[in-house]
């Protein structure tokens, strides 16, 4: 009788060891629903604001960047520098540290100006980001410029790094005007919806 107790408590003990090993730890489970989940919405073509946004996460920098794609804004003429008709578009990026949508380290804004009037390009002290969101003033501070190019077409795309409530505040408003140097242009509905669509990806 006590071989027969001791055969079966082995024998549990076995079962018991090889389950634990079979079944993968938590943060296994939460990181593989997480990528799932950002899978999922880098296939989502948007809604009816017809914004793209994509989730991917960069190894390198140990980040997921939720973003907004490349978005028309106006393709007219516009008041301040550009003396011809100009194509505004806007970008956007969420940046949240490792594998999680919880918490926003920053956020970036990209504005990509296209127009025939190639030589009234943005000069670095004509660069300052202003948004009103609402009847709220932020002074966002000097664009970056990422990149310009003076072809057929003179091209030029800004970038403003922001801290995420400052994200949010535009998103969340109604009505969202942008001043860069003398060029100064309204956000549409479309545009605003796409941004308050961005920022409902994340948890924060």
């Known amino acids: 009788m ?35 989940s950002l899978v999922a919405q880098k296939r989502d073509p948007g809604s009816q604001h017809g914004g793209r946004i994509e989730s991917n996460y960069d190894g390198f920098n140990h980040e997921t960047v939720v973003a907004l794609r490349k978005m028309r804004v106006t393709c007219a003429k516009m008041d301040g520098n550009f003396k011809k008709d ?28 296209e127009t025939e009037d190639w030589d009234q390009r943005h000069p670095i ?14 002074r966002l501070g000097r664009m970056e410029l990422v990149s310009q190019s003076v072809d057929t077409r003179m091209t030029e795309m800004l970038q403003v790094t922001i801290p995420y409530p400052t994200f949010k505040k535009i998103a969340l408003a109604e009505v969202v005007e942008v001043q860069v140097g003398r060029s100064t242009f309204e956000l549409r509905e479309k545009n605003i919806a796409a941004l308050r669509d961005l920022n409902n990806r994340v948890k924060f």
């Not at 002290?125 to 932020?138: G, I, K, P, Y």
């Open 2 to 36: 006590k071989k027969i107790v001791l055969v079966l408590t082995c024998g549990l003990g076995v079962v018991f060891q090889t389950a634990a090993h079979s079944a993968p730890p938590s943060s296994t489970i939460f990181t593989k629903a997480l990528l799932e």
């Open 86 to 113: 100009v194509c505004v578009n806007v970008a956007a990026s969420l940046h949240c540290p490792g594998i999680q949508l919880d918490h926003v380290r920053y956020a970036t804004l990209q504005l990509l100006f």
């Open 125 to 138: 002290d004509q660069r300052n980001l202003t948004v009103v969101a609402d009847e709220e003033t932020m």
